[in-house]
């Protein structure tokens, strides 16, 4: 496993949900939650300053700068004493509803130019955050990097935030910067010639799939719950997404029922496993949320922890080198034996 103690420094103190100011879910526990869970794993060094670098063959880099200095910038501005709280939050969003087919400037006010790069009101940024962004993408690149090298075959990043969310050009979900993506492109950039991406956290992986959505060279299948049911993407994750131009039929997604549990849920695991087979990938990256799990408060799909082992059996038995990034999960009192049991039934 690899993972870096700058993880926990991270705080978005909360989330701004429909209006109201709700407790974050993201939270620095997640990390020493799963910790207690991983006994025994041996643990790798985090090579800092890689997952950056790398970052940036997957994203903007205006991106990256308003990631960088959003923070700073707000906290230097008037808004301490205009709005009274330190974390970086957009409230006006430049969608084609409000700006059309008008050229778009990017603002130079933090408060504005937050909406041009984050999509939602939930994803705060903090004084931390930047720091926890660049261990979270370094420690997907390290364990990308000591996979690809062949030093291992399989390698788990502890990656906190989480990224499968995170566009090219935009952050929301919870996510800033895409870690498995940059897992992927690192695979890509040591010759493995396919890279499948398999994501079975219970949100679909919507920046993931943007990311790779006209490439033949990274596959992308998820299983989650329906968006179309009212859940977290809303607008993308429908079984109709299949990818466009060169990556036309390298997008899968098999989106489930609320309340769908083991059943479907491993028959579609095994669906995705097939896919990656039959493609001829030459490495594997899943995309590990464990929030797919009964008692998560963020879905409603009804996983069991005998569940997220059987599909961790499932995705090994391709046997190929495989890089394992963590999502989502947010139920402290079982994260770390979901993660644990199913990092466990990798040989
Ligand atoms: C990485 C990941 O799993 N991101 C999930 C983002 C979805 N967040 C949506 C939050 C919706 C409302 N949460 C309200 C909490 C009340 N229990
Ligand atoms: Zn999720």
Redesign the pocket.
Same mark, same amino acid.
Request: glycine content about 20%.
């Given at each position: 496993m690899f993972w870096s103690p700058q993880t926990r420094s991270h705080d978005p103190r909360g !989330?701004v949900?429909?209006g109201v100011a709700?407790?974050g879910? &993201?939270v620095g526990d997640r990390v020493d939650a799963i910790l207690s869970g991983l006994n025994g794993l041996p643990l790798h060094e985090v090579v800092a300053g890689g997952g950056i670098a790398a970052a940036a063959a997957v994203h903007s880099p205006l991106l990256l700068d308003h990631l960088r200095s959003a923070h700073d910038q707000w906290r230097s501005g008037p808004y301490l004493d205009l709005v009274g709280q330190d974390r970086v939050v957009p409230y006006l969003f430049p969608t084609p509803a409000m700006t059309g087919q008008m050229p778009q400037h990017v603002p130079s006010a933090v408060h504005a130019r937050a909406g041009t790069f984050g999509y %939602?009101t939930?994803?705060l940024l903090g004084p931390g955050s930047w720091a926890a962004i660049e261990a979270a993408a370094d420690c997907a690149r390290s364990a990308a990097e000591w996979v690809a090298n062949g030093q291992g075959r399989v390698a788990y990043a502890l990656c906190r =935030? =989480?990224? +499968? +969310?995170a566009t090219t050009a935009g952050y929301?979900?919870?996510?800033y910067v895409n870690n498995a993506a940059v897992a992927a492109h690192t695979l890509r950039e040591h010759g493995m010639a396919r890279v499948g991406v398999v994501d079975i %956290?219970?949100?679909h992986?919507n920046g993931t799939q943007e990311i790779f959505w006209s490439r033949a060279d990274v596959l992308y299948g998820s299983v989650h719950v329906d968006p179309g049911a009212g859940?977290? =993407?809303h607008y993308v994750g429908f079984a109709d997404e299949t990818g466009s131009g060169e990556g036309a039929d390298c997008t899968l997604n098999l989106p489930l029922g609320e309340g769908a549990g083991d059943g479907p849920w491993l028959a579609a695991v095994e669906r995705l496993a097939d896919w990656v087979r039959g493609a001829g990938c030459a490495a594997l990256v899943v995309s590990l949320?464990v %929030?797919a799990a009964a008692d998560d =408060? &963020?879905?409603p799909l009804q996983v069991t922890q005998a569940g997220y082992g059987r599909a961790g059996a499932l995705l090994a038995a391709l046997g190929l080198p495989t890089v394992l990034v963590q !999502?989502?999960?947010?139920h402290l009192p079982t994260l770390g034996d979901l993660v644990g049991g199913h990092l466990r039934a990798y040989p």
């Open positions: !989330e949900w429909v709700t407790q879910t &993201e %939602d939930m994803t =935030p =989480p990224g +499968h +969310h929301g979900g919870s996510c %956290d219970a949100h992986g859940w977290f =993407p949320g %929030d =408060p &963020e879905s !999502e989502g999960g947010y």
